[in-house]
């Protein structure tokens, strides 16, 4: 029976999907952009070439976001590497600087059903029986983030949440989190008991 991964998928099931070999490039691209730069389906099919960054050290994606205003867009931090693989996957396929990156075979860009579709059909192809849907990605990466001891407002900033409250909606605190976190403070307790 499949399971409703309504909330995330594990790092191990992340590790699996993203090095599994049938997956095209484009599509495992895609998956990346989401998970690393815990982005909305919309601002990864929205993305251009030209709004991968690399400035000061730093690689980003602008997420143009209805401003018109080029100093108020949002700039997202992505790991080095994916802009790098994203910035050859550009060159490799011959994508303009001024056309979406994710593109169907004729060009357009890939609307926001086939890229349900794509997620759906790399899950099967990687054996992960959740039903996971556009937002997994992101739901996935603040989740780990928090799982691995960032503060929750520093996944606020990270998903540009504008409450705090929204950021908690979005995730519970994870069983793996708390048994470490009580676990220490037991340990404590029992070595001060001692002295």
């Given amino acids: 029976m499949s399971k409703y991964?309504?909330?995330?998928?594990s790092e191990k099931e992340i590790d699996k999907l993203f090095s599994h070999p049938e997956i095209k490039s484009r599509d495992l691209l895609l998956m990346k952009l989401c998970y690393y730069g815990a982005l909305r389906i919309s601002?990864?099919?929205n993305a251009k070439c030209e709004d991968l960054k690399y400035e000061d050290e730093y690689s980003f994606l602008?997420?143009?976001?209805?401003?018109?205003?080029?100093k108020n867009w949002e700039k997202q931090p992505i790991p080095l590497k994916i802009y790098s693989e994203i910035k050859r996957y550009c060159d490799d396929k011959k994508i303009r600087t001024q056309d979406n990156v994710f593109q169907s075979r004729q060009g357009a860009s890939i609307s926001y059903n086939r890229a349900y579709q794509i997620i759906k059909e790399c899950a099967k192809k990687a054996s992960i029986e959740k039903q996971i849907t556009t937002h997994t990605f992101r739901r996935s990466r603040l989740q780990h983030l928090l799982d691995n001891g960032q503060d929750p407002f520093f996944a606020q900033e990270f998903a540009r949440h504008r409450s705090i409250d929204t950021t908690r909606k979005y995730m519970k605190i994870s069983k793996k989190r708390i048994y470490s976190q009580m676990d220490q403070i037991d340990k404590k307790k029992v070595f001060d008991s001692i002295n």
């Fill in 5 to 9: 991964s309504k909330e995330w998928l």
């Fill in 43 to 45: 601002e990864a099919l």
């Fill in 62 to 70: 602008v997420l143009r976001s209805q401003k018109t205003d080029k």
